[in-house]
Nanobody, 120 residues
Framework: QVQLVESGGGLVQAGESLRLSCAAS????????MGWYRQAPGKQRDMVAT???????KYVDSVKGRFTISIDNAKNTGYLQMNSLKPEDTAVYYC??????????????WGQGTQVTVSS
């Protein structure tokens, strides 16, 4: 069984930065892909950024140039560096990972979410 635990959320002012972490633990052979999603109150969960094990990244237009996704495979941890935060970035941020176990089976996992609140 694999668990994803997010951390790093909080309350910041517009223009400030936060770094979210997503630590994976359990039977992990490799992290094939990782993504960050967010859900604001009353809205659907949307993709923010994704990254494959090969380093290919994708960002929603609204965060391009401000957010950076990365994966430290040695630590089985992913990160979302968020700079120049805006009030519209306020949401619960969820980590998602496609993880391969030692039986070469790939499974999709979600973290519990971490709140990011940006005040104006």
């Amino acid at each position: 069984q694999v668990q994803l635990v997010e951390s790093g959320g909080g309350l910041v002012q517009a223009g400030e930065s936060l770094r979210l972490s997503c630590a994976a633990s359990g039977s992990i052979f490799s992290i094939d892909a990782m993504g960050w999603y967010r859900q604001a109150p009353g809205k659907q969960r949307d993709m923010v950024a994704t990254m494959t094990s090969g380093g290919k990244t994708k960002y929603v237009d609204s965060v391009k140039g401000r957010f950076t996704i990365s994966i430290d495979n040695a630590k089985n941890t992913g990160y979302l560096q968020m700079n120049s935060l805006k009030p519209e970035d306020t949401a619960v941020y969820y980590c998602n990972a496609l993880i391969r176990d030692y039986s070469d089976h790939g499974f999709d996992y979600w973290g519990q979410g971490t709140q990011v609140t940006v005040s104006s």
